[in-house]
């Protein structure tokens, strides 16, 4: 499910009754404030709180709805506290079942709440920030393609351009060393001929990106490349990208490119 129709799922979740958790964990190692793995003490306290909140209430029921989710949770997190990332989001209940998890590479602000539903105004401010989008790096002879959510990696396609042959296709090596050793009267002709094979390549990767935005859910595109190519296949999309940066960032890791494109 996309994150958006996850969203619109949350939206209309309604218990009942107050038993459902909305927790966001701040868990970003890059921010002072988390030295030392301090999460796992704002996780305990958080969870603390609101077990020592509901113990005063003489709410057996909530109080005893509360305890089963924050052990799912704890051991949630326990399993994956080596790959946390920045963030996690979880909205849990046991009537009617909920359980939804979210691992980020966004800011997240660490919050405990329960309700009779989830709290998603921090959710749903992180989505409007980093929507489902591709990032297409145009070069010369490749186009690669990041698919992202929350400012997480989903995929990385990768389509290479055979100038010689004038054909393209996902994931194939390339063997193209430019200019051959040739007579100099036909370097021109060359040049002209590739140009025009690599302006047919980008109209249809161009058709292509806009065939994968209706498959795989993305609200933007993102074109980043050496000035001439981004421009150049910014002209081949039917609807002008989001963002177009002029930096080749093919050599860049993805977490790195999608920092740069989401938090310029």
């Not at 005063?56 to 994956?80: P, R, T, W, Y």
């Not at 046991?94 to 800011?107: A, G, I, K, T």
């Not at 055979?162 to 060359?190: A, C, Q, R, Y």
Request: aromatic content about 10%; some cysteine.
């Amino acid at each position: 499910m996309s994150i958006s129709n996850e969203i619109h799922s949350l939206r209309e979740y309604s218990s009942g009754s107050r038993n459902v958790l909305s927790m966001y964990l701040n868990t970003n190692p890059g921010d002072h404030e988390q030295t030392n793995g301090a999460w796992k003490i704002h996780l305990k306290n958080g969870m603390k709180d609101l077990e020592k909140f509901l113990a005063g209430s003489d709410k057996e029921e909530e109080l005893k709805s509360f305890q089963g989710l924050k052990k799912k949770v704890m051991s949630e997190i326990e399993n994956n506290k080596e790959d946390l990332h920045k963030g996690v989001v979880i909205f849990a209940s046991d009537n009617p079942d909920l359980w939804s998890v979210h691992y980020v590479q966004v800011p997240v602000k660490t919050s405990f709440d329960w309700e009779d539903k989830p709290v998603l105004e921090q959710f749903e401010y992180m989505y409007k920030a980093y929507p489902e989008a591709a990032i297409v790096l145009p070069s010369f002879g490749e186009v690669r393609i990041l698919d992202t959510a929350m400012g997480f990696l989903r995929d990385d396609l990768s389509f290479v351009f055979d100038p010689n042959l004038e054909t393209w296709g996902e994931e194939k090596k390339m063997d193209f060393t430019g200019k051959h050793v040739i007579g100099s009267s036909k370097v021109d002709f060359i040049e002209s001929r590739l140009r025009e094979n690599l302006n047919r390549f980008y109209k249809g990767m161009g058709t292509h990106v806009e065939r994968l935005m209706k498959e795989r859910g993305w609200k933007e595109v993102h074109v980043a490349g050496e000035a001439e190519l981004a421009i150049a296949f910014s002209e081949n999309l039917r609807k002008k990208p989001e963002s177009c940066i002029y930096k080749n960032l093919n050599n860049s890791k993805p977490h790195e490119i999608i920092h740069q494109v989401f938090e310029k």
